[in-house]
């Protein structure tokens, strides 16, 4: 898909009359009670906005809390050991985004005196920070005329001014710029970008935008076209590539399970998971080879599919019981027993729901 040449925004949507009508909506009808919204500072404004990225805010909103109760502020979160972040972050996916928020709160305490940068060059130049999340900090936090640009707003705009092209990239991406730049009012920019936000994830939804209730009804051209859903322009759809693996679920004789801390980088980055192998390796050899621990018994447990945003992860599980602690797990410092509940871990998605399964949270041991 190409894009469209770029045009003037048009008059009225820069008369002010657009953000007028959209704070006196928000005043009305936006959100004013979400955790991030109170006792704001741009620590709780920036967690908030890198935990919403891919994700609704009602599965947010229990992650933000218990966040803030452990990381209160952003020398604590710097301070903590990175499996502390992870363990905060398992079940939220995408797990770049917690090792970044990690690195990001190091630079802050090390390199502004743990206090948050208050410009866009600064910002953007923390791990994990882009313009749009720079906008957000700034414009919440500081009341600073800054606009933002995520996957909500993006789908706003280009309804509002009939946009098409690929909203990611290229002259699209800069039209959209422009036009948040000149829709942003002069005051009032934290309760705007809250509004223009909330309008997004409310009423202008992906599937079924509710115009009749929208205060940009009367200059929105998307709806004057009579098809609202046209915009954003659909990227091609891809198929999603399959991969096959089998996890050893493997337990020593006092329930705990062998758990294997996966590189930094890729997949899972630094999270723990099963030890992984491919579909056509032998379980028990891989056992022995990985824990230095013979399988004592063996079972294939049920098949299930993980899915990432570029493929489909078929998982086989294994159970396995060792009789032993196993030689190697003592040795090598990437190897551990991990029981439920005592111990705070980074876990894998598909780890957390199989451990969840064979041994209940509420049976678990807490700290
Ligand atoms: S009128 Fe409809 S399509 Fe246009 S901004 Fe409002 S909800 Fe979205």
């Given at each position: 898909m190409?894009?469209t040449?770029?045009?003037?925004?048009?008059?009225?949507?820069?008369?002010?009359?657009v953000?007028?009508?959209l704070?006196?909506w928000f005043?009305?009808h936006g959100r004013?009670?979400?955790?991030?919204?109170?006792?704001?500072?741009?620590?709780?404004?920036?967690?908030?906005?890198?935990?919403l990225q891919q994700t609704q805010v009602g599965t947010v909103i229990?992650?933000?809390?218990?966040?803030?109760?452990?990381?209160?502020?952003?020398?604590?979160?710097?301070?903590?050991?990175?499996?502390?972040?992870?363990?905060?972050?398992?079940?939220?996916g995408y797990?770049?985004?917690?090792?970044?928020?990690?690195?990001?709160?190091?630079?802050?305490?090390?390199?502004?005196?743990?206090?948050?940068?208050?410009?866009?060059?600064?910002?953007?130049?923390?791990?994990?920070?882009?313009?749009s999340?720079?906008?957000?900090?700034?414009?919440?936090?500081?009341?600073?005329?800054?606009?933002i640009l995520d996957g909500n707003v993006k789908r706003v705009l280009t309804r509002l001014c009939a946009i098409e092209g690929d909203t990611s990239?290229?002259?699209t991406l800069?039209?959209l710029?422009?036009i948040a730049?000149?829709?942003?009012?002069?005051?009032?920019?934290?309760?705007?970008?809250q509004a223009i936000m909330d309008l997004g994830a409310t009423l202008c939804t992906r599937s079924r935008p509710a115009c009749v209730l929208c205060p940009l009804a009367a200059s929105c051209i998307a709806r004057a076209e009579g098809s609202p859903t046209r915009y954003p322009s659909r990227k091609q759809t891809r198929r999603i590539?399959?991969?096959?693996?089998?996890?050893?679920?493997?337990?020593?004789?006092?329930?705990?399970?062998?758990?294997?801390?996966?590189?930094?980088?890729?997949?899972?980055?630094?999270?723990?998971?099963?030890?992984?192998?491919?579909?056509?390796?032998?379980?028990?050899?891989?056992?022995?080879?990985?824990?230095?621990?013979?399988?004592?018994?063996?079972?294939?447990?049920?098949?299930?599919?993980?899915t990432f945003s570029h493929?489909h992860?078929?998982?086989?599980?294994?159970?396995?019981?060792?009789?032993?602690?196993?030689?190697?797990?003592?040795?090598?410092?990437?190897?551990?027993?991990?029981?439920?509940?005592?111990?705070?871990?980074?876990?894998?998605?598909?780890?957390?729901?199989?451990?969840?399964?064979?041994?209940?949270?509420?049976?678990?041991?807490?700290?």
């Amino acid at each position: 898909m190409t894009s469209t040449p770029s045009r003037e925004v048009p008059q009225d949507l820069q008369d002010g009359t657009v953000a007028a009508r959209l704070l006196a909506w928000f005043d009305q009808h936006g959100r004013h009670d979400l955790p991030w919204q109170r006792g704001i500072t741009p620590y709780r404004v920036w967690v908030s906005e890198i935990m919403l990225q891919q994700t609704q805010v009602g599965t947010v909103i229990p992650y933000f809390e218990r966040f803030m109760t452990r990381f209160p502020g952003v020398r604590a979160l710097a301070d903590a050991p990175i499996d502390d972040v992870l363990h905060h972050w398992t079940g939220l996916g995408y797990y770049a985004r917690a090792r970044n928020l990690h690195r990001a709160a190091q630079k802050v305490r090390d390199e502004h005196a743990g206090v948050f940068p208050d410009t866009l060059d600064s910002l953007c130049a923390l791990p994990g920070v882009g313009r749009s999340t720079a906008g957000a900090i700034l414009s919440i936090a500081c009341g600073v005329r800054a606009p933002i640009l995520d996957g909500n707003v993006k789908r706003v705009l280009t309804r509002l001014c009939a946009i098409e092209g690929d909203t990611s990239r290229g002259a699209t991406l800069e039209e959209l710029w422009r036009i948040a730049e000149s829709l942003m009012p002069q005051k009032r920019c934290a309760h705007y970008t809250q509004a223009i936000m909330d309008l997004g994830a409310t009423l202008c939804t992906r599937s079924r935008p509710a115009c009749v209730l929208c205060p940009l009804a009367a200059s929105c051209i998307a709806r004057a076209e009579g098809s609202p859903t046209r915009y954003p322009s659909r990227k091609q759809t891809r198929r999603i590539p399959e991969r096959h693996c089998q996890m050893l679920v493997i337990r020593n004789p006092a329930g705990e399970f062998l758990l294997e801390q996966r590189p930094p980088a890729g997949i899972w980055g630094g999270l723990w998971s099963f030890p992984e192998i491919d579909s056509a390796t032998d379980a028990a050899t891989a056992c022995d080879r990985i824990a230095g621990e013979p399988a004592a018994s063996l079972h294939h447990g049920t098949a299930f599919r993980h899915t990432f945003s570029h493929f489909h992860l078929d998982v086989s599980p294994v159970h396995i019981r060792v009789a032993g602690l196993g030689r190697h797990v003592l040795e090598d410092q990437r190897l551990a027993w991990y029981k439920p509940g005592q111990r705070a871990l980074g876990l894998a998605a598909p780890v957390k729901k199989l451990i969840d399964a064979l041994c209940p949270p509420e049976t678990a041991h807490e700290p």
